[in-house]
Structures are given as C-alpha cells and as structure tokens.
C-alpha cells in the first residue's frame, strides 16, 4: 500500500542557510501535518493542511512557512536556520478521519 | 489544552514477559486515542487507535489497548513481548475541534532482555 513519502531522507544545511521539505501524501489524503521532533523529544505540532487552505497552526516559528499544493503535496519551508532546528521533521496525512499516517521524516542537521 | 503523560520513560522486560505501557490524558471531551511506535531514527507506526465504542482495541502486532474514561487512562498492552519489540512507544491525542492534531506524550522507551 502506497505511504507518505518525504524527501529528502537526510539534510544537512549551514546556519542560516534555507531548506526545503517535501511531503506526498497517501492518494485520495485531503490532510497534511507537519510535525518536528528534536532529539530525544516527542513530536511538536507545527501545522496542518486541509484541501490546500491551512486549517491549524502550532509552535512553527516564524522563519518557517509551508503550504499544500493543488496535488495535495506539501512542502515546509525553513530559512535563516538555526542549530536548535536540527531535527526530525515528520509529515503526516489523513484522508479526513482521525487516523493520521506518518512518513518516515527528513532528518535536518544544522551545522 | 489537552496534555499527554506518559509516566514511564523506560521499561525494561524479558522476552516473552507481559508488557503494560501507562498513558492518562487530559481532555475537555471524549477524545481520539492513539499508540504509535518508532524505532530509533525511524518514522512513526500506527499500533492503534480509539474513536469511540468498545473501550478495548485490539492492534497490530499483538498489542491491544482499553480505555477507562474514569481513570483518563489508555494503556497497551501485549502478552507476550518479542526482541523486535524494543522501541519508543508514544501515546497521543486528537484534538477533534482543531483538525485532529496530534498532542504526544513524552514516549516510553521499551528494552527487550533476552
């Protein structure tokens, strides 16, 4: 059965500098989350997607933007990066039930 | 806002032992209830779910989990646990005014002796 996919699987990027993230969801997914889980943590909320229009809003800081495409894909942008934004950064999808379906994360190391 | 506790941060339990990982939440109405596990650099996997109904759910690999609404708890279990089992096992809730996000709990990491 198809997953979520992210890409890429690995980043690693200087301070300052600015990263894109990709998320496709599970086929027919109308709901795209994005999460980010710092070594050791749980996962934080950042935002969510919802037919392409933003539906929430977490602890994403300003630097970060991301929006959802007329694919439904997803992309989450970072710029001016810090070291504290290594981490893993996961991308979730639903197909608008409570069951969200996580892909397998990007890495993000800052250095 | 709803919260997560997970108040075991490791537990350690020989193969083919009982297992129990604690969670309580801390929610305004009937929640969505989850159990998701993740080996070490991996993404998360859905063991299971409560929406509503029978308070016992059954879920893959043999774990299952009950809901008690007086005690705000919603444990897994697994009879019989398995060297593949070691991993970090995370409880969460869904927030069904605000799209379903998901709220973690600080996770339960699960050594497996042989």
């Known amino acids: 059965a198809a997953g979520v996919i992210q890409s890429p699987r690995h980043l690693i990027k200087e301070k300052r500098e600015t990263a894109t993230l990709k998320c496709y969801p599970i086929?027919?997914?109308?709901?795209v989350y994005w999460y980010q889980q710092g070594p050791g943590q749980d996962p934080q909320f950042l935002i969510s997607?919802?037919?392409?229009?933003?539906?929430d809003k977490g602890s994403i800081p300003d630097r970060f933007s991301a929006q959802q495409f007329s694919d439904y894909h997803s992309e989450l942008n970072m710029s001016s990066l810090e070291l504290g934004d290594s981490a893993l950064y996961f991308c979730?999808?639903?197909?608008?039930?409570?069951?969200?379906?996580f892909g397998q994360g990007t890495r993000l190391t800052v250095v | 806002a709803q919260s997560v506790t997970q108040p075991d941060i490791h537990i350690t339990v020989s193969e083919g032992a009982s297992l129990e990982l604690r969670c309580n939440y801390s929610?305004?109405?009937?929640?969505?209830l989850f159990w998701y596990v993740q080996s070490p650099g991996q993404g998360l996997q859905l063991l299971l779910k409560?929406?509503?109904?029978?308070?016992l759910v059954q879920g893959i690999k043999g774990f299952e989990a009950e809901f008690k609404r007086s005690q705000s708890s919603f444990n897994l279990r697994k009879p019989s646990v398995h060297w593949s089992d070691a991993a970090e096992y995370f409880c969460?809730?869904?927030?069904?005014?605000?799209?379903?996000?998901?709220?973690f709990g600080g996770g339960t990491r699960v050594l497996v002796k042989p």
């Open positions: 997607f919802y037919e392409k229009m933003q539906s």
């Open positions: 929610y305004g109405a009937t929640p969505y």
């Open positions: 969460a809730v869904g927030e069904r005014a605000a799209g379903n996000k998901l709220t």
């Open positions: 979730a999808s639903s197909p608008g039930t409570p069951s969200a379906f």
């Open positions: 086929p027919r997914h109308d709901t």
């Open positions: 409560y929406f509503s109904g029978d308070t």
